[in-house]
């Protein structure tokens, strides 16, 4: 039987607990919509009171972590220890006084492995965030999320001064964003995890789902404007309020407008007026009724209980301070919250997500030139300044480009205002999406007909979870055997490309997975495998019998003994995959 050795040896399942646990967080960032090549590693510091040959461990070894940055841990923590802040704290009660030795201990060795951390995530660009440290066997361990620094700069934190740590140990001071609440609540599950007999031993890790894991740090999130703008923790759920007031209806109408959150007596607040009695936010619908009275520059003025009346910010404000934070409603059901016109948390039918980038320009013109191969340059150009145009609007809109338009605007001209072919600009864009209906184009930016009601049949792609314009685009585009493409802007600012064709990848990527998967073990074989697993569109029947037969032989090797082998799905070709989507 093939044996499997630790060195760095703390618990039996340290494999398969650091794997459960990196799977989570990625899944986790993958429903954020911010999927990223996040990696776990796990640290172990020898307790004092215990031998062992291994005073540091480290999971994985032997990897792009080397022990020699861990070198001089056992000294730093004893420093650590030595110079606490809670070691000039005095408890009342006999039980907090005994706990306390211990609680300085597992802080002191959780923030030295973060300290001595710190070369490496400057070298290779990266942030580590360390948990707290449990006692596993003979070890404090330390589970580590490391992420790369370049989401940081997609998703700008708050500044350190706004979400300060305090000297005093206990004291909440708020998330720098809802990334950083996320990694906590991950952190805080490791840690719990780490409390049940030989933590890994099960697939489930008795860890909760992702989904349950960002509606946590979405609660945990939005304590933050409290913290932040009352220097104080406020126990108010307002992302189960803000859900709840952004759901219900006002006379039929759904709730749109602006609410500030602020320390009331800020400074920089112009009141146009006061209510006597602060309204709860506990009181939903009388809350939802309010909104009503703001407008898109006369906001709602409230902290993390109460709404105070309506005002709006004094223009010299400086947004730098970030001690003022808004609460935009959408529309029905959806909400964001920002800081500094960043925004930092969005909510859609009571689902949080981080803000979605609009389409890059060369994802855009990819797209269009792969869906239609025989038009220009210029033509590229021109289409992609009408899509950013049609995102400028204050409404929504939706364009379809199409081989066919000519035709098309003939066919439903009874649904709609026919013209002369006139070549699409900007200016006239803004003047003709006025209406309702779609707006026809060849793939040179010439239109043929506005205000055009599109016909089709339902499809799969169809979802009532969506408004009217997407799921007529979905039948449309679907429904016809020429070639068409359509831009969708909703009410609510969300923005759809439909086709979105599925991103070019190298042959030579597949080939290079698949030959590595065919040559590896039971030790190494994670990689390649879930490499092919997120690409598995891209192969041909070839490549795919090369996939199943190496699947077939790994997932019949032997054992040992609590070993388990994730069971893959067999391959088969897409029939929509063809070569343009190879390089």
Not at 139 to 165: G, M, T, W
Not at 421 to 450: K, W
């Amino acid at each position: 039987m093939r044996q499997h050795t630790i060195d760095l040896f703390m618990w039996g399942y340290q494999p398969h607990y650091r794997a459960t646990l990196e799977y989570l967080a990625k899944d986790v960032f993958k429903q954020l919509g911010a999927e990223t090549p996040l990696k776990v590693l796990l640290v172990g510091a020898l307790d004092p009171s215990k031998h062992n040959y291994n005073p540091v461990c480290i999971e994985p070894e032997n990897n792009q972590w080397s022990l020699s940055l861990f070198t001089n841990l056992l000294d730093l923590i004893e420093t650590t220890v030595d110079t606490h802040p809670l070691q000039k704290m005095f408890y009342s009660d006999e039980q907090s006084m005994r706990n306390k030795p211990d609680v300085i201990r597992k802080d002191s060795v959780a923030k030295s492995v973060q300290e001595l951390l710190i070369p490496f995530d400057k070298q290779n660009k990266v942030r580590s965030f360390c948990s707290g440290s449990y006692v596993v066997g003979d070890y404090y361990v330390v589970p580590i999320i490391q992420i790369p620094e370049s989401i940081f700069r997609k998703y700008p934190p708050l500044k350190d001064a706004a979400a300060k740590k305090s000297d005093d140990f206990y004291t909440f001071t708020g998330h720098r964003s809802f990334i950083h609440a996320c990694i906590s609540t991950l952190l805080s599950e490791a840690i719990d995890a780490l409390h049940y007999p030989e933590p890994g031993g099960s697939q489930m890790d008795n860890m909760r789902t992702a989904n349950e894991i960002i509606r946590i740090a979405a609660n945990n999130f939005m304590h933050t404007p409290g913290a932040v703008t009352t220097k104080q923790y406020v126990s108010a759920n307002l992302f189960e309020y803000f859900n709840l007031i952004s759901s219900l209806m006002y006379e039929g109408v759904e709730g749109k407008g602006q609410l500030l959150l602020v320390k009331p007596d800020n400074n920089n607040i112009n009141y146009t007026l006061q209510f006597l009695t602060p309204i709860s936010f506990s009181k939903p619908r009388w809350s939802r009724k309010i909104l009503q009275m703001a407008t898109s520059d006369i906001a709602l003025i409230a902290d993390s209980r109460c709404i105070y009346g309506l005002g709006r910010l004094h223009d010299n404000y400086d947004h730098s301070k970030q001690d003022v934070f808004s609460v935009q409603f959408i529309d029905h059901y959806h909400w964001e919250l920002r800081c500094d016109n960043h925004i930092m948390l969005r909510s859609h039918y009571g689902e949080p997500k981080l803000p979605q980038e609009h389409i890059s320009r060369s994802q855009f013109i990819s797209n269009f030139e792969r869906i239609f191969p025989k038009s220009s340059s210029e033509d590229h150009e021109r289409v992609w300044k009408l899509f950013n145009s049609a995102i400028r609007l204050k409404h929504g809109s939706m364009i379809v480009v199409a081989t066919d338009a000519k035709e098309e605007a003939l066919r439903l001209k009874q649904q709609g205002t026919c013209i002369a072919p006139t070549l699409m600009t900007t200016e006239l864009l803004s003047r003709v999406s006025g209406i309702d209906g779609t707006i026809i184009l060849d793939p040179q930016g010439n239109c043929y007909a506005v205000g055009i009601i599109l016909d089709g049949e339902a499809t799969n792609d169809c979802t009532p979870s969506r408004g009217s314009r997407y799921n007529s685009a979905i039948r449309y585009v679907n429904f016809s055997s020429s070639t068409r493409l359509a831009i969708v802007i909703s009410d609510d600012h969300t923005i759809d490309i439909i086709p979105m064709l599925k991103p070019q990848i190298k042959n030579s990527d597949i080939e290079l997975n698949i030959s590595n998967l065919k040559h590896a073990t039971l030790d190494n074989y994670h990689q390649p495998r879930n490499w092919l697993d997120k690409h598995r569109f891209y192969l041909n029947h070839e490549q795919c019998d090369k996939v199943n037969s190496a699947l077939d032989i790994i997932e019949s090797l032997p054992k040992d003994v609590g070993e388990f082998v994730i069971q893959t799905n067999r391959f088969k070709p897409d029939l929509d995959m063809n070569q343009s989507y190879l390089k």
